[in-house]
């Protein structure tokens, strides 16, 4: 891509009305765009991101047999009023139509799912299976001042899934704990499974959690085993598992795993017929990831003062090639933008001919792409190409076919 047609803008500015250093650091990088609190416009940068994100997640979610749906945001106000949140949740963004129908916009899809499935859930046989979707949500949150870890629109991948026996249930939710290690290592962040509240089945839920400075939540984790806590349940000095020393940090909560046992399936009166034809409800599990509170995350876990360092699973393109003037250093670095994209690796390539050479290395530290490749007249000189990567302070000078090589053979 090169930089000169790609729709967005550096600043050097914050943005003034940004507390959150996510949003200060996306927005200056040009990666979305504010609409209002709590509202993010993505542009091509920030789209990039979200959509590798929600494809790591999208892929882990398949290993454990997930299968994708999409379900309406517009939701019939019936349906929350069947399990009493029409009233009972407080964010709920509620519209009265022109003709006086009251619809609910969905913050998460209980109520959307557990109808739809009653047409395919009759016996023991159907069960167990999970469905997830990847899609927007609407929560009227009080506080919208965390960049995209609290949006009142968001992204958020959910998946249900539908048992027989309690059993049954422990068992995939132990697996679904492993899948959702799966997408944070992936995404280069450590995250702590953690107790909570609001388990309506056992005791606890369980919450993914990762520490950051700018975290919503307060954890304790254990110093000498993964244990980890939510301070809301617990003032824990003494880890309860190992007695190792509780140590306290603020947490950004990604992920959350609860058991809902037929919390559901009462009120829609979801039931199956076991191998003598009785009548029992429906044990049913959710599972949620916040896939634009990640990108935030993201974010927050990896910049430093002078921009974001993309975590290479993640990142909008790869490579960030610069040239830093025209003429022979052009064509040469015109060469070297061919190569690299016919090694399948993906390029934004910074070839503006009206932007200083300061500005170009601002720039590149702003936006943070894992590679850094300058083409100069310096670098000539040294026998070939200047290579630094974003998470790191000291450079190379290499070859073509030694910097081509980094980057895998030609196929
Ligand atoms: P929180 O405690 O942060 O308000 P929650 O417990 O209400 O979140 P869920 O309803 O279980 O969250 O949603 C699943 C996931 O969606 C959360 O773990 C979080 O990562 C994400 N999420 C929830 N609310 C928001 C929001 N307002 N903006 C961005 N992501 C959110
Ligand atoms: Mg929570």
């Known amino acids: 891509m090169f930089q000169s047609r790609l729709c967005t803008r550096t600043s050097r500015e914050s943005p003034k009305d940004e507390v959150a250093m996510n949003a200060q650091l996306l927005e200056r990088a040009g990666f979305v765009q504010k609409a209002m609190a709590g509202v993010y416009s993505y542009l091509p940068l920030g789209r990039k991101v979200l959509d590798a994100v929600e494809n790591i997640v999208r892929e882990e979610m398949v290993a454990v047999n997930g299968q994708e749906i999409f379900l309406p945001a517009l939701h019939p106000k019936e349906h929350w009023l069947a399990t009493g949140r029409w009233d009972g949740f407080d964010a709920l963004f509620k519209i009265t139509s022109r003709h006086d129908f009251e619809y609910a916009l969905g913050p998460t899809h209980e109520e959307m799912l557990v109808p739809t499935m009653k047409k395919y859930i009759q016996s023991y046989k159907d069960l167990p299976f999970s469905v997830f979707q990847i899609q927007t949500k609407f929560r009227d949150e009080a506080r919208a001042k965390s960049g995209l870890l609290r949006g009142r629109e968001f992204r958020m ?17 132990e697996r679904v704990t492993y899948a959702y290690k799966n997408v944070f290592r992936r995404l280069g962040l450590t ?38 806590v939510n301070s809301e349940i617990s003032e824990q000095g003494i880890c309860t598992k190992c007695g190792g020393k ?54 927050e876990a990896h910049h430093d003062s002078d921009g974001i360092k993309w ?65 100069s007249e310096k670098s000539l000189v040294n026998g070939g190409y200047e290579y630094k990567k974003r998470a790191e302070s000291t450079s190379v000078v290499l070859p073509q076919q030694e910097l081509l090589n980094l980057f895998g053979q030609h196929s």
């Open 191 to 228: 995250a702590y499974l953690t107790e909570a509240s609001g388990g309506t089945f056992s005791k606890y839920s369980h919450e993914f959690q990762v520490p950051i400075e700018t975290g919503e939540d307060t954890i304790f984790y254990c110093s000498g085993c993964d244990y980890a």
């Open 311 to 375: 975590p290479e699973a993640v990142a909008p393109y790869a490579v960030h090639l610069l040239a830093l003037s025209g003429g022979e250093i052009r064509t040469k670095a015109d060469a070297l933008y061919s190569e690299l994209r016919a090694r399948g690796i993906s390029v934004l390539f910074d070839e503006r001919e009206d932007v200083s050479i300061g500005e170009k290395l601002k720039d590149s530290d702003l936006i943070g792409l894992p590679h850094r490749i300058i083409v």
């Open 157 to 173: 991948k959910d998946m249900y899934s539908f048992h027989a026996s309690s059993e049954s249930l422990d068992e995939y939710y």
């Open 246 to 299: 509780g140590m306290e940090t603020k947490a950004s909560e990604v992920g959350n795993i609860f058991k809902l046992n037929t919390k559901y399936s009462d009120p829609f009166d979801l039931t199956f017929t076991d191998e003598s034809g009785e009548k029992h409800r429906v044990i049913m599990g959710c599972y949620g990831i916040g896939t634009s509170r990640l990108v935030g995350t993201i974010v």
